[in-house]
């Protein structure tokens, strides 16, 4: 009912060349279905961790029991106010949600398609023009998809690169480097909402701001959570799931021919290469003591649901550490389920599938670089760097 596996530190997670944190994680399927892990969290916290999709499945839908709320953003400035709507439990979150989801509803998704794929296919042009490699990440994944939200909220991109590293530290940092970044990160939201009070626009921040919720303005605390919420998302997640599907297609010749050929098989393919390189883990704390599915939990305990770990269980895919592009009925976890489903999946899914089609459209047969190799780590969020492809 112990072990000592992290999605933190054991082999496999840490920073590592051609690692596979995703096949590391999947090996606990080989223990029992549910055990205690003693570093589980970013500062060291134990948490139980769920290894069943099914079981997590009944974790995230029983918001009575497992509450959402730990302040993940606000305890890195020892502050305690919620993300919005990730860390409301009921009756606040279905408000915020209710309020929120017409925002990012695929028909929203739909309307934004033009820009997002413009946006794509200029920084893919520019790679093609400027040389026969590049690094992904930098080059490609992160300036595109941050790109996205940042225009989403209004936000011009020319402090990308700060940005970006903000979120590099809030989400891999040490406990200096992710206080920093928190504290930049919420003055930027604050000061981008006093912004929108006074100059408002056609952006995420100018609704928020002058939303209400049961007949009142919001005030700067939830202002502050749903802001940051976005901010943060948005600077890493969907770009990692690029970096990840470009690595796979880099190292699988046959499925990138596959895609080059049949482009209208991207979208599903998306759906497979979300199910086997997912990168977010949901944690979720216990309002009471109870027996679930055999094992004593406490009120207070940590309890991880790790989409990277429910979505290689073997009860529900067959062969889960193969990756095949044609699976059909992909009933994964990559955006969790339950009421806190993401708020922005119908979003981060477009974004990855148009970067894929556009990156195949314009650039030809790619591999790794030689005399190179991807860095991968685990974590709170899965990650991968230094993905240089060539294709001279």
């Not at 006093?194 to 700067?220: G, S």
């Not at 998302?233 to 796979?248: K, R």
Request: with cysteine.
């Amino acid at each position: 009912m112990v072990s000592g596996f992290s999605l933190f530190t054991s082999p496999g997670m840490q920073r590592i060349s051609n690692g596979d944190p995703h096949a590391a994680a999947a090996r606990v399927h080989a223990g029992p279905p549910i055990f205690y892990s003693l570093h589980n969290t970013r500062d060291g916290r134990g948490t139980w961790l769920i290894t069943r999709a099914k079981d997590q499945r009944k974790v995230l839908q029983d918001l009575d029991t497992f509450s959402s709320n730990r302040s993940l953003f606000a305890s890195a400035l020892d502050d305690d106010w919620p993300l919005i709507p990730l860390e409301l439990d009921p009756p606040a979150h279905g408000l915020f949600r209710s309020l929120l989801n017409p925002l990012f509803s695929p028909k929203r998704v739909m309307a934004l398609e033009p820009s997002i794929r413009m946006r794509a296919i200029t920084i893919v042009e520019n790679i093609s023009a400027s040389g026969r490699s590049c690094e992904v990440m930098k080059d490609f994944a992160i300036p595109f998809t941050v790109g996205v939200i940042l225009q989403f909220l209004g936000i011009s991109a020319e402090r990308l690169d700060i940005f970006v590293g903000w979120a590099k530290g809030l989400l891999h940092g040490d406990k200096v480097q992710r206080s920093a970044a928190a504290r930049a990160i919420l003055e930027f939201i604050d000061e981008l909402a006093a912004l929108r009070r006074k100059e408002p626009a056609d952006d995420f921040m100018t609704f928020v701001v002058q939303a209400q919720i049961d007949n009142r303005p919001l005030t700067d605390k939830e202002v502050r959570g749903i802001g940051v919420l976005l901010f943060v998302a948005g600077l890493h997640t969907a770009a990692a799931a690029i970096g990840f599907d470009l690595a796979h297609l880099a190292r699988n010749p046959k499925d990138q021919s596959l895609l080059r050929s049949q482009p209208e098989r991207i979208v599903l393919a998306t759906e497979e290469l979300l199910r086997a390189y997912s990168t977010v883990q949901m944690i979720r704390v216990a309002t009471k003591d109870i027996v679930f599915e055999g094992t004593p939990i406490r009120k207070g305990d940590y309890v991880c649901c790790a989409t990277m770990i429910a979505n290689r269980d073997p009860a529900e895919f067959e062969d889960p550490n193969m990756i095949d592009l044609a699976r059909e009925d992909n009933c994964h976890t990559a955006f969790a389920v339950g009421p806190h489903r993401c708020l922005g999946s119908h979003l981060a899914r477009r974004e990855i599938i148009i970067g894929l089609e556009e990156w195949l459209s314009h650039i030809p047969h790619f591999r790794i670089k030689e005399g190179t190799a991807p860095i991968t780590h685990g974590g709170h969020v899965f990650g991968i760097e230094n993905l240089v492809l060539d294709w001279s």
